[in-house]
């Protein structure tokens, strides 16, 4: 009897635990989601154009909802120059997302700003980020990120988008920086929900830099949150998850 009703436990386990997998599949190429998918990914990977079109431009729409459930652990802050992060640990509601990542801070005329909050395991060397503070300068700002970054997710979690407005820099008004030699193909794209109902982007893009007669060849995997905003799908790109 104890062996039968343990094997039904292990059943209604699996069922949940399927369950709260996210089926996601296959977009046709003309579709609107994967067309502002790949047009996002071009002006955020290879600079050469301006974002603003495919990010929303309303204040509501900037950020999905708080996704943690439970606490959240944050390391000590690392910063070099102008930029900082503090990388957290914590249990999201939604599979499609790691339970490590960090949020980027970006110092501009002067003053702290979040720029993005970036979901991932391993954190991604392209983006330059500091692996701990060098100087006794940058060590003197990690006080104020550790306060600015607890005020940030304090009022995502309550819900405040316009307190997290003021803390945020918007990265997305920045001057294009072309990388030249580098280029995009081969990007797949599956759809689907996340737990609280917006639909996610789960991609992969592959990038080519040349550089005379020699080139390298990196496949990035990651996932985009999309909201539709006047009859138009645009990306969340204040939050990304990065597979790479």
Same mark, same amino acid.
């Given at each position: 009897?104890?062996?039968?009703?343990?094997?039904?436990?292990? %059943? $209604?386990?699996l069922?949940?635990t399927?369950?709260?997998v996210?089926?996601?599949? *296959?977009? #046709?190429?003309?579709? &609107?989601?994967?067309q502002?998918?790949?047009?996002?990914?071009?002006?955020?990977?290879?600079?050469?154009?301006?974002i603003?079109?495919?990010?929303?431009?309303?204040?509501?729409?900037?950020f999905?909802?708080?996704?943690?459930t439970?606490?959240?652990?944050?390391?000590?802050?690392k910063?070099?120059?102008?930029?900082?992060v503090?990388?957290?640990?914590?249990?999201?509601?939604?599979?499609?997302?790691?339970?490590?990542?960090?949020?980027?801070?970006?110092r501009?005329?002067?003053k702290?700003?979040?720029?993005q909050?970036?979901?991932?395991?391993?954190?991604? %060397? $392209?983006?330059?980020?500091?692996?701990?503070?060098?100087?006794?300068?940058?060590? *003197?700002? #990690?006080?104020?990120? &550790?306060?600015?970054?607890?005020?940030?997710?304090?009022?995502?979690?309550?819900?405040e988008?316009?307190?997290?407005?003021?803390?945020?820099?918007?990265?997305?008004?920045?001057?294009?920086?072309p990388?030249?030699?580098?280029?995009?193909?081969?990007v797949?794209?599956?759809?689907?929900?996340?737990?609280?109902?917006?639909?996610?982007?789960?991609?992969?893009?592959?990038?080519?830099y040349?550089?005379?007669?020699?080139?390298?060849?990196?496949?990035?995997?990651g996932?985009?949150?999309?909201?539709?905003?006047?009859?138009?799908?645009?990306?969340?790109?204040?939050?990304?998850?990065?597979?790479?």
């Open positions: 009897m104890q062996r039968v009703l343990l094997t039904l436990l292990v %059943m $209604v386990i069922t949940i399927n369950l709260m996210p089926l996601c599949a *296959q977009v #046709e190429e003309n579709d &609107a989601k994967a502002v998918t790949r047009n996002f990914l071009r002006a955020y990977l290879l600079k050469n154009e301006s603003t079109p495919y990010v929303p431009g309303k204040s509501e729409n900037q999905a909802p708080y996704p943690f439970g606490a959240v652990q944050y390391s000590t802050p910063v070099h120059g102008n930029q900082g503090i990388e957290f640990k914590g249990t999201v509601n939604d599979t499609n997302f790691p339970q490590k990542g960090g949020i980027l801070f970006y501009h005329d002067g702290w700003h979040v720029r909050v970036l979901f991932y395991n391993n954190i991604p %060397m $392209v983006f330059g980020l500091p692996s701990r503070s060098v100087t006794a300068s940058d060590r *003197q700002q #990690e006080p104020t990120l &550790a306060t600015m970054g607890a005020a940030f997710m304090s009022a995502w979690k309550r819900g988008t316009r307190e997290m407005l003021t803390r945020w820099f918007d990265w997305t008004k920045m001057p294009n920086d990388i030249k030699g580098l280029t995009m193909s081969h797949a794209i599956t759809t689907c929900n996340t737990t609280w109902g917006d639909p996610y982007v789960d991609y992969s893009v592959r990038l080519t040349r550089w005379g007669i020699l080139s390298y060849t990196m496949t990035m995997h996932g985009l949150i999309l909201v539709q905003e006047d009859g138009q799908w645009k990306v969340r790109g204040n939050e990304l998850v990065l597979n790479w």
